[in-house]
């Protein structure tokens, strides 16, 4: 194995571990805009804070996926999900910070996860023709289908 491809392997590696913290951090940090929507803000529950919670937490399991699609080297399909998941949770944590006029901790987080998944995406896209060696998770399926 020469130093190129290990490179390669370890930023798609490395892409995969954005996709499980950005999609974690923002899953977490969209259900916890409940609560601080509820209690702490003044502002009421809308039609559009739940359209927004709800992408929200679509597009962070979505980020999710794109993990498990790395793990299997599908590059492509990873690229193009996590760019998008990606771009809609920065979108909308913009739109948080726009809508509460406050900035507080939680949406500078909810930006840097979107952010993380997003740098994921981009990192998965531009490798998406570079051959890799298949993942341990799919050489575990190809034994298990011989069986």
């Known amino acids: 194995m020469n130093k190129g491809s290990l490179m390669k392997i370890s930023l798609v590696d490395l892409a995969g571990v954005l996709f499980v913290v950005g999609g ?15 209690i702490a803000l003044p502002v009421a529950f809308s039609t559009i804070f739940v359209i927004v919670l ?14 498990l699609l790395v793990a299997k080297r599908m590059l492509s399909e ?4 996590g760019m998008i998941c990606g ?3 920065l979108f909308f944590g ?13 949406t500078y ?8 998944v997003l740098i ?14 298949s993942s341990p998770i799919v050489r575990q399926q190809q034994i298990r289908q011989r069986i």
């Open 24 to 38: 974690v951090a923002s899953l977490v940090l969209s259900l916890l805009t409940i609560p601080f929507v509820s």
């Open 54 to 67: 709800a992408i929200s937490v679509v597009c962070s399991l979505g980020a999710m996926h794109c993990y």
């Open 78 to 81: 990873a690229g193009v999900r």
């Open 87 to 89: 771009g809609l949770l």
């Open 94 to 106: 913009i739109g948080f910070i726009g809508s509460f006029n406050v900035a507080t901790t939680a």
């Open 109 to 116: 987080l909810s930006e840097i996860s979107a952010i993380l």
């Open 120 to 133: 994921g995406g981009v990192v998965c896209f531009i490798l998406r023709h570079a051959t890799l060696p």
